[in-house]
């Protein structure tokens, strides 16, 4: 069984996030990190090429920080990485789509597996638009897989509040996977240490056929700042401080104690 | 010429879901026409369900509709789509579009934009979608000729139900058997041991707790207010606290007379199980956390100094 799995370089968490004096996002003040749902994937990927044979092939679509990605998903066990070099930011969902397919299709995967979304911008379209690049079967929100049989495989769908479904799909498929599904190992200093003599294939758009990038179907506008709500009253001082007055507030104020 | 936007209908049971009216409310802002696409088994009564939230309603009937799979319903509003040409389709960001609204947007070569908060008409259709854990909001203009867009829960306010619409049934054209995903089963929520939802007090922790041990501060707090302990989905991920502790899209929604976030960021996932306690309390470090923006009560500051000065003021 051969496997791919998509993995994307995210925006920190702890990033400063500012505009500058034309609205735009600064750049250079954010840090990156692998998205956390594509270590879901990865985990995931490693466990069924364990108990049914195969490799994993671990790719990405970014600038050379991307790379540190690769890197963690070859440290836990992928075979071998794919790495196009381009900037994200110049794409929309369906370029970023269309780069990909043209990448793998060669690979005749039997499975490629995303995060369910990116953490920072949150698409969650990439997998399916990949899927149908592809030519494949997709499902979304995957939080359990079957060892696969006579071309398909049984998967668990989270749904809302609680409920799930199972669903067949035949395979070549592309899933997107949701958190939860596993606990995404760390790598060991065996695996990190293996990863540096494994196969990282670089790639450009021009590689993969795209002497210019695809056209984007969806336009970004501008970044704006939230809207303003209605804040929290913050309540300032020490711990005890801030304690004292919350117990205080809750029990004559709000009488909710 | 008249702007057709057209929403996708989701159901479950033979009932259509609440959010079909706040498609309709996203949709009436910006067309002059909004239409239900109905996709179900024969026989149902969707089609009326939906009807006084649209000016009409096209209906496809086939066996192979329900239960839903992804597949069978793309051909179904492909070829609707393709035949008609609205200017935009809308679907809800929730397992259903997220499954269909890119199969949509890639069989009619439509720009998709997902998770969007507020729409509007400007040349095309212009979204505005929370990006970077909310702390911005991104403008996107799709510029195809059709627009897919989903829209997030709980966003646009539903409308109310008015005159109902016209039911026109219209020809399925769909190939069951080039469908490659197949239903087999669905799984309902299993019921916790402790009714949390009836709690009058809910004390909830994020990944902000750092550990399973470090969790258990949020079982004191909870404890010592007489409440249940609830979780973020993380928490749950990584098996720290039981499923039936989840609050948020993917698991319970709690109205507690007061809720506390510990921890919590407060991404929307999360809010949407939460924001309608009466009085909602949140301890972050980060002042920037969008938990504030739904808190009345706000401390920015280490949990772990403020718990348990809470617990021994709470004693005294
Ligand atoms: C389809 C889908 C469904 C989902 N369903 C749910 C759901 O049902 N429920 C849910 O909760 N999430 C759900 N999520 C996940 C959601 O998007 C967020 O990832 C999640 O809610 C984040 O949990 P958190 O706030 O605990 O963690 P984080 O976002 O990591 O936040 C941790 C917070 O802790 C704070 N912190 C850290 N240390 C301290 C300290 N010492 N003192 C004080 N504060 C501290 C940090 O500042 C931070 O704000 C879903 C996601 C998807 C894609």
């Avoid at chain 1, 990949?130 to 897989?145: D, F, I, P, Q, S």
């Amino acid at each position: 069984m051969r496997i791919a799995v998509c993995m994307k370089a995210v925006v920190e968490p702890q990033s400063r996030i500012e505009l500058d004096g034309d609205g735009n996002l600064r750049r250079e003040q954010l840090r990156y990190e692998v998205n956390e749902y594509d270590l879901y994937a990865v985990e995931e990927a490693i466990r069924l090429v364990d108990s049914n044979d195969g490799e994993v092939t671990v790719i990405t679509l970014g600038t050379e920080g991307a790379v540190q990605g690769l890197r963690k998903g070859l440290a836990m066990g992928a075979a071998d990485a794919i790495h196009i070099d381009c900037d994200p930011y110049a794409l929309d969902p369906s370029g970023v789509a269309a780069l990909l397919a043209a990448a793998l299709r060669e690979g005749a995967y039997d499975l490629v597996l995303a995060g369910v979304e990116s953490d920072d911008l949150g698409g969650a379209q990439v997998g399916v638009l990949l899927a149908e690049e592809l030519g494949y079967a997709a499902t979304t929100l995957v939080v359990g897989t079957s060892a696969p049989s006579e071309g398909s495989m049984e998967v668990r769908r989270e749904l809302e509040a609680g409920e799930h479904s199972t669903v067949e799909i035949q395979l070549p498929a592309v899933l997107t996977i949701q958190s939860g599904i596993n606990e995404p190992r760390y790598p060991s200093l065996k695996g990190i240490m293996a990863a540096k003599r494994k196969e990282l294939v670089e790639k450009t758009p021009a590689d993969l056929g795209f002497a210019e990038l695809p056209l984007p179907r969806v336009a970004a506008l501008g970044l704006e700042l939230p809207p303003p709500r209605e804040l929290a009253r913050m309540l300032e001082g020490s711990a005890e401080e801030t304690a004292a007055e919350l117990v205080r507030i809750l029990r004559e104020e709000e009488r909710a104690l | 010429m008249s702007r057709s936007i057209w929403f996708v209908a989701e159901h479950q049971d033979g009932q259509l879901h609440r959010g079909a009216a706040e498609l309709a409310a996203a949709a009436r802002a910006v067309g002059d026409e909004t239409v239900a696409v109905v996709c179900s088994a024969p026989g149902g009564t969707v089609a009326q369900q939906v009807a006084p939230f649209a000016d009409r309603v096209l209906l496809v009937e086939d066996p192979s509709l329900e239960p839903y799979t992804a597949g069978i319903w793309a051909q179904a509003v492909v070829a609707l789509a393709k035949e008609h040409a609205p200017a935009a389709i809308l679907l809800p960001h929730a397992p259903l579009g997220r499954d269909l609204g890119p199969v949509l947007a890639a069989r009619l070569e439509a720009g998709l934009m997902t998770d969007c908060i507020a729409l509007e008409w400007d040349e095309g259709l212009v979204g505005k979608r929370s990006v970077l854990r909310r702390k911005l909001v991104a403008r996107e203009r799709v510029t195809t000729s059709i627009a897919v867009a989903t829209c997030q829960r709980a966003a646009f306010s539903a409308v109310a139900a008015g005159e109902p619409g016209t039911v026109e049934t219209v020809e399925p054209s769909i190939d069951a058997e080039a469908a490659r995903t197949r239903f087999v089963a669905m799984e309902r929520a299993e019921m916790g041991e402790e009714n949390i939802t009836e709690a009058d007090v809910v004390v909830a922790g994020g990944r902000g707790l750092g550990d399973a041990e470090k969790f258990g501060v949020v079982q004191d707090l909870a404890a010592a207010l007489g409440g249940v302990m609830g979780a973020s989905r993380p928490v749950v991920d990584q098996g720290w606290v039981a499923h039936d502790r989840q609050i948020g899209s993917s698991g319970i929604t709690v109205r507690p007379k007061l809720y506390f976030a510990l921890g919590i960021s407060g991404a929307v996932q999360h809010v949407v199980g939460m924001r309608e306690s009466d009085v909602i309390v949140a301890i972050n470090k980060d002042p920037q956390a969008p938990i504030f923006e739904y808190a009345h009560y706000g401390i920015a500051d280490d949990l772990f100094k403020v718990v348990p000065a809470l617990l021994a003021e709470l004693e005294s």
